[in-house]
């Protein structure tokens, strides 16, 4: 009996202290992801000119694969078009 309730606190802090590891890593993700952005808003602010196709870097507008699997799905309750109308 002891062995398995040490097993499962040895188990629970491992889990744990992977998820800390984990909103340590999205944390420095967003902070990084935030410092380019105000690069990109300073150059903007010092040129203050609008881009059009020719020069706008698009590659800088993808999103970052790394963040799609941290989303939470949203989910509708009730969907329901008649009450729109109403």
Do not use: H, W
């Not at 040490?6 to 944390?27: C, G, H, P, R, Y």
């Amino acid at each position: 009996m002891k062995k398995i309730i040490i097993f499962t606190m040895i188990l629970n802090s491992l889990l744990l202290a992977s998820n800390i590891d984990s909103e340590k890593v999205k944390k420095d993700r967003a902070e990084k992801q935030l410092k380019i952005e105000m690069e990109k808003e300073k150059k903007y602010s010092i040129e203050q000119t609008f881009y059009n196709e020719d020069n706008y870097d698009f590659k800088g507008a993808e999103v970052n694969p790394d963040t799609v699997n941290s989303i939470k799905c949203i989910e509708v309750d009730d969907f329901n078009m008649d009450s729109v109308y109403d």
